[in-house]
């Protein structure tokens, strides 16, 4: 497979419609961040993610990862390239300075994610865990905590894991059973076992760094007794150095279906020594710090498969002949006309192309609420940020799958053989859409715990500053009519799920797909506004018309999906199923 970063619309999205020459020097953790230092910045890790990760994509999955007696090896395709991630600094590069990250903004982060997602997803799992790890530890750790672990692993010599799940809980973290036992020295004892932990065992690093929710001896019920605590696989000693190992295991590796480079273990805790990281019984609240900022993570890994995708389709579409095009042949001095003649081929390929141009402007949007909240302490931004992230999760990802089943029509049967790669990118696309909370949990976090909380204040909110901006005349009145429709849904939303209880969930998926559309028509009615004209900008404009005419109207189908009752889901009988 072969990748092409993308750069220039990377910049177009940063200097020409989000404009952080502009908006960055207003922050001043940014004020000294120059446009030549960001468009280097985009620059290498595009080098890095298409020269030296993306040639260790396949041969990693053909390897994959293997296990024998507690100890995980990975493919041997990944020490260099993970060697060239970690020796640049690519994993603190949004990291606090003060502890040797480079202070980027996540809106800045978010582009080299996806490149990096798109290059290796298998690989930078390894990446993405440690960096929400960090962040985890940045936010509530002792000052000791973050002067022992971070540097380290900003620098990638230790690598980050979260450990949540076990077999018998899943989502319901309330009833998880690890324990942990405090100690007379201020350390804890750590026991039980937790399951599909990525990352928690493997051969890149010297020491891995586990987050473990596990429950206090007399701790309230449910998720309001769930702690947090740092678990390491070598226990540091004073001077930062590694110390004894640690008593957990990895008990297996599991055998998936994708992502079969990433190791995925089950871990074995036995009275394993942890320290506590925040506040006792606030655990969860802790976690969902590195969750928030995992789940865009997880939506931009979707993003960068489905452009991975896109490119390996469009470039076969333009060099495979088969058949004729309806208005007649346009090589006729070939046996057959390129796939690009055929309507059908053009709309799956303009349907990825739309999706991924938007998501890219959607991630980045959200990357910036990200950077004013913490940085600025912009409450507003917060709440923006809260809302949308199960959408960028949920929507990022389900159109990431989506594309990458589409690349795979458009190559046909190839498309099924493995030489050619497609199918891997489809196995390994599948489980952004599972892991970090399915997307129907996000959908129901959307609609339970953001839009009903404040009777769907927020999104009012969202919607008059949409509303603000400038935006291409062409796309004014469906627009208009966007905005409007959301407006209208979630009123009727609202209004309802007083008195209907199930309702929230059986709407939330199609609300979550209406969000998402209506946020992508906004960013695509400002590229086009702002498009260049030039060769690029004609594509912007061209791509746009596309979204507006061919998916923008689904939401006409959303909007009467939604108005209707939780009855027809709720009314059939159990047995029947």
């Known amino acids: ?60 999955d053909e390897q994959a990862c293997t296990w024998d007696n507690g100890e995980v090896s990975t493919p041997d395709a990944y020490k260099l390239p993970f060697t060239e991630i970690t020796g640049g600094g690519w994993l603190g590069l949004a990291g606090n300075v ?16 996806e490149m990096l997602w798109a290059a290796n997803t298998s690989l930078y799992l390894y990446g993405t865990l440690t960096v929400g790890s960090s962040l985890c530890i940045e936010t509530h750790g002792t000052k000791q905590q973050k002067e022992t672990y971070l540097p380290k692993m900003y620098a990638g010599q230790w690598t980050g894991a979260m450990a949540l799940t076990e077999s018998h809980a899943g989502t319901d973290l309330g009833i998880m059973r690890a324990k942990a036992e405090p100690q007379a020295d201020g350390s804890y004892h750590i026991s039980g076992t937790k399951v599909f932990i990525t990352g928690g065992e493997h051969d890149l690093a ?4 586990h987050l473990v929710l596990a429950k206090l001896p007399g701790a309230p019920d449910g998720t309001k007794g769930i702690s947090l605590f740092i678990v390491p696989k070598f226990l540091p000693n004073e001077d930062g150095s590694l110390g004894e190992r640690n008593s957990w295991s990895s008990g297996s590796i599991e055998h998936k279906m994708g992502i079969r480079g ?72 070939a046996a057959a006309d390129s796939l690009l003649v055929h309507p059908d081929v053009r709309r799956m390929l303009l349907t990825q192309r739309a999706y991924n141009e938007a998501g890219r402007a959607f991630g980045l949007f959200v990357g910036m609420q990200l950077d004013l909240a913490k940085y600025n302490g912009d409450r507003s931004a917060q709440e923006l940020a809260e809302l949308l992230t ?41 489980i952004s859409q599972i892991y970090e909370g399915t997307n129907g949990v996000q959908a129901l976090d959307l609609v339970g ?39 209208r849904v979630t009123a009727s939303v609202v209004g309802r799920a007083k008195d209907e209880p199930n309702l929230p969930g059986a709407v939330s998926t199609d609300y979550l797909e209406l969000m998402g559309l209506t946020l992508y028509a906004w960013l695509w009615a400002r590229m086009a506004e702002l498009a260049p004209q030039d060769e690029f900008g004609e594509a912007k404009k061209a791509t746009s018309m596309f979204f507006y005419q061919r998916l923008l109207p689904k939401t006409h189908g959303l909007e009467r999906s939604i108005a209707a009752s939780a009855h027809a889901l709720m009314d059939f009988p159990d047995d029947l199923f």
Not at 473 to 485: G, K, P, S, T
Request: negative net charge; aromatic residues 8%.
């Open 1 to 60: 497979m072969q990748y092409q970063p993308p750069e220039r619309d990377a910049q177009f999205l940063l200097f020409e419609v989000f404009r952080v020459q502009d908006l960055w020097p207003e922050i001043e953790a940014f004020a000294e961040i120059s446009e030549d230092l960001v468009r280097a910045v985009v620059a290498e890790g595009g080098r890095i993610a298409a020269e030296v990760v993306t040639p260790s994509n396949q041969p990693g």
């Open 98 to 113: 003060n502890y040797g990250g480079q202070g980027m903004p996540k809106m800045l982060a978010c582009i080299v994610e």
């Open 206 to 209: 010297e020491n891995i760094i």
């Open 262 to 333: 990433s190791a995925t273990s089950v871990i074995n805790y036995d009275q394993s020594t942890g320290f506590l990281l925040g506040e006792e019984n606030r655990g969860l609240a802790a976690m969902f710090t590195m969750m928030n900022y995992e789940r865009l993570s997880v939506g931009l890994q979707g993003l960068g498969s489905g452009e991975l995708a896109y490119q390996q389709a469009a470039s076969y579409a333009k060099d495979r002949l088969q058949g004729r095009s309806p208005t007649g042949a346009q090589n006729p001095h």
């Open 390 to 430: 199960p959408v960028a999760k949920a929507y990022l990802s389900d159109k990431g799958f989506e594309g990458a089943v589409m690349a795979q029509q458009v190559f046909g049967g190839h498309g099924y053989i493995r030489e050619w790669g497609v199918e891997q990118i489809v196995r390994d696309t599948r």
């Open 449 to 487: 715990r953001k839009v009903l909380r404040d009777g769907g204040a927020t999104v009012r909110k969202l919607v008059d500053q949409m509303a603000q901006t400038r935006i291409a005349q062409v796309h004014q009145i469906e627009f208009n009519e966007a905005l409007d429709r959301l407006v």
